[in-house]
């Protein structure tokens, strides 16, 4: 051992004494505080570290984090708005989440279903969202629902919850859920979207309401009703009003609504062209509404008296006659003659995709046409009308036979047919 | 002059989200939409939509009027997500 070692090994042992000095001298002035207080019945250590940076916001603290972890929380649908929800939500440490949803996860739902994987596609929605959820965290208890919410199983499964998520697709399930909530006294985080727009609303809050019934008593005709499917949505959008309902519902949990400072209230996100956040204020409960004032009970719905899908109406795509259509394979042998192909998708999706030489006029445009010259085509050939799946085509046929007193024919099943039994190749979206 | 704002479904049926008009009350709002649109989309906002007045839910059953620069918004219901 060189000089300059012992020198060095000199000095370490001088700053160890001096350490071991001071710890000695703040013990024996009773210095050290005993701040670690043994109430981790609550929480695991893991779980402090977990919530920490949640916890310590004031809106949120310990408590409302001890409230988080008592609570159980039912989402119904797993799809646009049920995924990013169920992201924060597990993340944010609820007791126990329950997941109802009957769907597969499909290719076309992975740009906005943002926790399914391309290796899920096929298994339930459901147990996706739970393998995920365990994942991320394991604190959290998940159950899964693999079937469809119907007037038979919602109040069995809403007994068992405090609060419920809609992020469902059809207004069938919307005012079932609204009904069964208002009547098993939880409230409603309720969200949509479409295209580039979304709405978010609380329902039922303290058995106070509003209900969905309130803001829409009678619900939309049918052929109104636009779906994701059809209509399109923009990820981000959808994913917002996902994440925005896992907000309300952390507020709702934590108790930052009272009975005092909670407004009824429905918000507007919009994406385009600024985006932007409206919000509107609803007075509360309407005098007539028939789930509000009890018209509507437990024994009713599970009666199975009020037929919801009735009460919501289904489109009536019966309305051509045999002879006013042709299947995909009769059209498949006239390909090459003299004709004209109307395909009557709105231009977007035309862009997408189309048969060659096909004419494009979307439906809605089609019907405000009042006069033959301003078709744009040859109306004394052969008229073929084509959609995607052969629902449109056959309203833009019913339309020009009866104004114009043409024969078109639609073609059964449209071009998701064309790409089924005639051209594999022909891309379906 | 009040400004009509469109959301969602509403905005299929007028092309445009917003427009200003000159009307003092709910049925003249339900009338402009029946000339202006269609019949259809006046039976659609009176029947199934929710409409504000000032960021505020009126009653339709009620005859509301409006006052000049009221900013009137028609919510139809999204069910999608």
């Known amino acids: ?429 | 002059m009040v400004t009509i704002e469109y959301f969602g479904p509403s905005k299929d049926f007028t092309n445009k989200s917003i427009e200003s008009i000159q009307i003092t009350s709910l049925l003249q709002l339900y009338e402009y939409l029946e000339i202006q649109y269609t019949k259809e989309f006046s039976e659609y906002v009176k029947e199934n939509c929710g409409i504000t007045v000032d960021y505020e839910y009126i009653d339709k059953e009620l005859g509301v009027e409006f006052n000049e620069g009221d900013e009137i918004c028609i919510i139809p219901p999204v069910s999608s997500g």
Request: net charge neutral; charged share 25%.
């Open chain 1, 1 to 429: 051992m060189g000089q300059e070692d012992i020198k060095n090994e000199l000095e370490k042992l001088r700053l160890e004494n001096e350490r071991l000095r001071k710890e000695l001298a703040s013990k024996d002035s009773n210095q050290i505080n005993e701040t670690y207080t043994p109430n981790s019945s609550d929480f695991t250590l893991d779980e402090y570290k977990r919530y920490g940076r949640q916890m310590i916001v004031p809106q949120v603290t310990i408590e409302g984090q001890k409230k988080l972890k008592n609570a159980k929380v039912l989402v119904i649908g797993a799809g646009g708005l049920g995924c990013p929800a169920l992201l924060y939500l597990g993340g944010a440490g609820i007791g126990k989440i329950g997941i109802v949803d009957d769907d597969t996860v499909d290719i076309s739902n992975l740009h906005r279903q943002v926790l399914h994987t391309t290796d899920k596609v096929g298994e339930f929605k459901c147990e996706s969202a739970k393998s995920y959820i365990n994942k991320l965290n394991p604190h959290v208890e998940v159950q899964t629902y693999p079937f469809r919410l119907s007037t038979c199983n919602a109040f069995e499964i809403f007994e068992q919850y405090d609060l419920v998520l809609d992020c469902t697709d059809s207004p069938y399930s919307r005012y079932l859920i609204s009904d069964v909530a208002t009547i098993t006294k939880i409230p409603v985080v309720s969200g949509s979207g479409l295209k580039t727009e979304g709405q978010l609303s609380i329902l039922n809050f303290e058995n106070k309401g509003p209900c969905y019934r309130c803001f829409y008593p009678k619900p939309p005709p049918p052929n109104s009703v636009t779906s994701c499917k059809d209509g399109g949505v923009i990820g981000p959008v959808i994913g917002l009003m996902g994440v925005m309902m896992a907000l309300e519902t952390i507020k709702v949990i934590v108790g930052s609504y009272s009975d005092g400072n909670f407004k009824p209230f429905l918000s507007i996100y919009s994406g385009y062209e600024q985006q932007s956040i409206k919000t509107f204020k609803m007075r509360g409960r309407k005098a007539d509404c028939l789930t509000c004032s009890g018209q509507i009970t437990k024994e009713i719905i599970t009666k199975g008296d009020i037929n919801y899908a009735e009460f919501c109406g289904v489109v009536n795509y019966n309305v051509l006659k045999p002879e006013e259509r042709i299947s995909i394979e009769e059209y498949h042998k006239l390909v090459e003659s003299d004709h004209v192909l109307l395909d009557v998708r709105p231009p977007e999706h035309f862009q997408i995709i189309h048969l060659p030489n096909s004419v494009n006029i979307p439906l809605d445009r089609l019907k405000r046409i009042e006069s033959l010259e301003n078709l744009g085509f040859d109306s004394t050939k052969n008229i073929y009308t084509i959609c995607r799946f052969g629902n449109d085509s056959q309203y833009a046929s019913r339309y020009l036979n009866d104004t114009f007193d043409l024969k078109t024919k639609d073609i059964s099943g449209g071009l998701f047919q064309w790409s089924n039994k005639i051209d594999p190749k022909f891309p379906t979206y």
